[in-house]
């Protein structure tokens, strides 16, 4: 009895508890009694448990054939496109090589059709797309009769938005009428949607054509691009590398010239690392001017809310599409929204401003490109005429814990998934949290000074009283870093990645590093990020840190030479046109307009 009690105590929690300790504790004791009676007694609970495992595989199973099967559906519609109209291809070529301005621009003219506009697009995915696994779902039939009828609306001398005819991609955690749902789960395979989420309800209105839904990782919960349904993502600037996380499937899209923009989501980095990782320009606005109605509401951790985002070629774009959004057709649809308009003024304004910058901070050293692309950031604001000063970003360790604390609040946390197994990538955390609780608090107190205490510690603290407390300090947190800023009148923040992009599954290696980016979700800034060059030839290397997460960057530095660099433009909450102010006027003075070398030589083929 006293072995039953305290092997019950010290076995963790969970469906085999019962059937396991059933069968230990009948062989404890098999040398006694009749054998033959506790052979028995063993062999329920493992038939029982037997049962249970095979009917989930099962399960699983099934509902990953459906959501594989559904995803065959991509290959079947872009053969069946070959069969499309011709396009001759240098147009094909200028069509998909155009910014989204120059092709409104184009399409005004009359230079060319809405329906030349879809049949370019479909062209590349079919040549080029598909070779990334970037693509979750399609609509291509459904966008080149749309891109019809928007042709005879164009012919008839209608009235119509300024998105007419142009097509884009959704990130697959973003709901769109008639199209499935995963969040890159083959349990949510059954998941199709009734409705459009505001955010592409305004770009419709505008006459813009949902062409494909993006792949992305499953959940959102790291910094690359993967799941069971369409395997895993490649970034074009380089195969072995992520293209960045979670919103990775549509950057890929963008940068492989398939749509001229999309959309995503960003709760600790999800469209700045993808669109850092592939050369794009992104904004993640301040959490509460882009509607988050839908008909499922987009998820988050308080204070931790999920950012809606757009991904494009140039910064003009990104301000066509936000002045798009922040208007009364938003509002309109969604009461609760604050009823910010669009400030051109404060977009295009010239006026001289003071803004600091970050180099380095010893909680995740920076890699001496990523420092390069500030300092060269920071003369071309100079050359702008600007005031350019060095700002300190704290002790990020102090983000990080109180973020692990936020993302692990609930009990089963964001990995709880009842009909499909984590990723691989997700093992340092799923191991854990099948640690009995006496363990968990042994090591937290065993590695409070390193980074792995954080996680130990936020997977230990779970109470409503120590979510009311990460609340606290949050607040805290904020006025700690708004505070500093207000004391140096600062208008904006120039900040770095900390590396460029890492190779695939090694995100367990780098998930403290996401401190560069979360804080700016835990202050709910506007963030933009901008591409300013590439890494060098005599730039890859990483010599700094002594734990085992900082050194894995030197990994992560080796065989980097040519990937894009980039950078975070920060301002103030609202202050959104601010940002991509600043950010317009980096890019006048550092262009960053390549393609990927593979995808440059097949669109002039």
Not at 37 to 56: E, V
Not at 496 to 523: E, G, K, R
């Amino acid at each position: 009895m006293i072995v039953k009690l305290v092997f019950c105590c010290l076995w963790p929690s969970g469906v085999v508890k019962w059937p396991c300790a059933w069968v230990i504790m009948a062989t404890l004791q098999s040398d006694r009694g009749n054998w033959k009676f506790w052979a028995l007694m063993t062999s329920i609970p493992c038939f029982y448990l037997y049962k249970g495992i095979r009917n989930r595989l099962d399960r699983m199973n099934a509902l990953l054939s459906k959501a594989r099967t559904q995803h065959q559906s991509v290959n079947i519609a872009l053969l069946n496109s070959a069969t499309w109209p011709a396009i001759d291809p240098a147009k094909a070529a200028k069509i998909t090589t155009a910014t989204l301005c120059e092709l409104v621009a184009m399409r005004d003219a009359g230079e060319v059709s809405c329906e030349e506009i879809v049949v370019a697009f479909v062209r590349n995915v079919r040549r080029i797309g598909m070779a990334y696994n970037a693509i979750a779902y399609e609509h291509i039939q459904e966008a080149l009769t749309a891109a019809r009828k928007c042709d005879l609306l164009i012919a008839n001398k209608g009235s119509y938005g300024p998105l007419l005819g142009i097509p884009f991609s959704v990130k697959d955690c973003i709901c769109t009428k008639d199209s499935p749902f995963t969040y890159g789960c083959a349990s949510m395979a059954n998941n199709t949607q009734f409705d459009d989420a505001v955010v592409i309800k305004v770009l419709k209105e505008a006459g813009a054509i949902v062409m494909l839904k993006g792949s992305m990782h499953m959940l959102g919960a790291q910094a690359e691009t993967e799941n069971r349904i369409v395997g895993r993502c490649l970034n074009p600037w380089n195969i072995t590398r992520t293209p960045g996380g979670s919103s990775g499937g549509d950057a890929v899209l963008v940068s492989t010239r398939c749509v001229p923009f999309s959309t995503g989501s960003d709760v600790g980095g999800s469209v700045r690392y993808p669109a850092a990782y592939c050369g794009l320009y992104t904004l993640k606005p301040t959490g509460q001017r882009l509607s988050s109605m839908a008909p499922i509401i987009k998820s988050g951790f308080p204070p931790l809310f999920t950012s809606w985002g757009f991904m494009t070629r140039a910064v003009e774009d990104l301000a066509l599409l936000f002045s798009l959004e922040f208007s009364q057709t938003q509002f309109s649809a969604d009461p609760l929204v604050p009823p910010i308009h669009w400030k051109e003024d404060r977009y295009t304004s010239t006026n001289k401003l003071k803004i600091g910058y970050v180099l380095d901070n010893d909680f995740w050293p920076v890699a001496d490109a990523c420092k390069r692309a500030v300092t060269d950031t920071v003369t071309a604001l100079q050359n702008k005429g600007h005031e350019l000063v060095p700002f300190d970003l704290f002790d990020l360790k102090e983000v990080m814990a109180l973020c692990w604390k936020v993302l692990m609040s609930s009990k089963d946390g964001p990995l709880r998934l009842k009909e499909e197994v984590p990723l691989w990538s997700f093992r340092h955390i799923a191991w854990r949290r099948l640690m009995p609780t006496w363990f968990v608090a042994g090591c937290y107190y065993g590695n409070r000074q390193g980074k792995e205490g954080m996680m130990w510690k936020a997977l230990y603290e779970t109470s409503l009283q120590d979510m009311v407390q990460s609340n606290i300090e949050a607040e805290t947190l904020k006025n700690k870093y708004y505070q500093a800023i207000q004391t140096q009148g600062l208008d904006a923040l120039i900040v770095p990645y900390p590396f460029p992009a890492f190779q695939h599954s090694s995100s367990p290696n780098n998930n403290y590093s996401v401190a560069w980016t979360i804080l700016f979700n835990l202050l709910d800034m506007p963030v933009g990020s901008v591409p300013v060059g590439k890494v060098r030839l005599n730039e890859q290397f990483y010599n700094k840190g002594e734990d085992q997460y900082v050194k894995s960057t030197a990994e992560v530095m080796a065989g980097s030479v040519g990937l894009p660099l980039a950078v975070q433009v920060v301002t103030k909450r609202y202050q959104d046109e601010l940002c991509l102010n600043v950010m317009r006027q980096i890019a006048e003075e550092l262009p960053f307009k390549e393609a990927p070398p593979e995808v440059e030589a097949l669109l002039r083929a």
